[in-house]
């Protein structure tokens, strides 16, 4: 079993920054992917950002050159630097862990962007 604690949120006008982080506790050595997902009122829950145990990092479109993944492995955490932040992407964020034989959420935190 892995849990996962997501903290970081909150509310920020257009053009801020805010850092999030995703703190992995239980079977981490089990864990080789962990990514950021987002869910907007209305629509369906996308992937933000992810981050392979090796390194390797992966970022949906309309994020690339703003937001930043990057983990702590002596700190079983993981992180999203959002930066230059823009109402559309208010959304509720959430964590995920990957392992070869199942995947695990955070419960979420929520980003709020002002116009």
């Known amino acids: 079993q892995v849990q996962l604690v997501e903290s970081g949120g909150g509310l920020v006008q257009a053009g801020g920054s805010l850092r999030l982080s995703c703190a992995a506790s239980?079977?981490?050595?089990?864990?080789?992917?962990m990514g950021w997902y987002r869910q907007a009122p209305g629509k369906q829950r996308e992937l933000v950002a992810a981050?392979?145990?090796?390194?390797?990092?992966n970022y949906v479109d309309s994020v690339k050159g703003r937001f930043t993944i990057s983990r702590d492995n002596a700190k079983n955490t993981v992180f999203l630097q959002m930066n230059s932040l823009k109402p559309e992407d208010t959304a509720v964020y959430y964590c995920?862990?990957?392992?070869?034989?199942?995947?695990?959420w955070g419960q979420g935190t929520q980003v709020t962007v002002s116009s």
């Open positions: 995920k862990g990957v392992t070869p034989t199942n995947s695990y």
């Open positions: 239980g079977s981490i050595f089990s864990i080789n992917a």
């Open positions: 981050i392979t145990s090796g390194g390797s990092t």
